[in-house]
């Protein structure tokens, strides 16, 4: 029995043609599936993951110089939105001789709308090239051990303003070394 090919029925140029649009379209699609590979690239820059030898459910994160030292999964959901993750430096203050004022330096992020933790892990590391920037060198290795919500009674502290602060959620964070 003879199986009949239907391409056999078409003439070549309908063939090229047919088979220039299928060239497009997987062009498109490889085009396509490469940015989303470079963004996902961009995205995990600088993240490594390494798994304890001896005890295989212990991971070891690190983003660039911070680790991740959390019970959140990385890529799980943060609990609020709209956050804006605030550090103030501790002993450094910009000094106002005019006035003779001092003003603390706060650091902050621009708008997280819905992050998850390694976002917020990102933006950290972020905080800190800038704090590097201010010292003139980086202060080692950071452990970030928690997230906190800042509450109303610290926003003085933080420098917010509390009529701006109902459409965002202000966050802060503690390392240690």
Do not use: W
């Not at 959140?72 to 609990?79: D, G, K, V």
């Not at 390694?118 to 800190?128: A, M, P, T, V």
Request: glycine share 2%; charged share 25%.
């Amino acid at each position: 029995m003879h199986i009949m090919n239907y391409l056999d029925f078409l003439h070549e140029d309908l063939l090229n043609k047919i088979f220039d649009i299928l060239v497009d379209l997987y062009e498109k699609d490889i085009e396509k599936t490469n940015n989303k590979l470079l963004k996902v690239k961009k995205l995990v820059e600088g993240l490594y993951i390494d798994v304890d030898l001896d005890d295989e459910e212990v991971y070891y994160i690190n983003y660039y110089n911070i680790s991740y030292c959390m019970n959140n999964y990385l890529y799980s959901r943060y609990p609020l939105e709209n956050v804006i993750i605030i550090y103030r430096l501790k002993l450094i203050v910009n000094y106002n001789p005019e006035e003779n004022t001092h003003t603390p330096i706060i650091l902050h992020c621009d708008l997280l709308k819905k992050p998850i933790y390694l976002d917020i892990l990102r933006e950290i590391n972020k905080i800190y090239e800038k704090q590097t920037k201010i010292f003139g060198y980086y202060d080692n290795r950071r452990i970030l051990e928690n997230i906190k919500h800042v509450k109303k009674n610290d926003y003085k502290y933080y420098n917010i303003n509390p009529s701006c602060a109902n459409n965002f959620n202000y966050i802060t964070f503690e390392c240690s070394h």
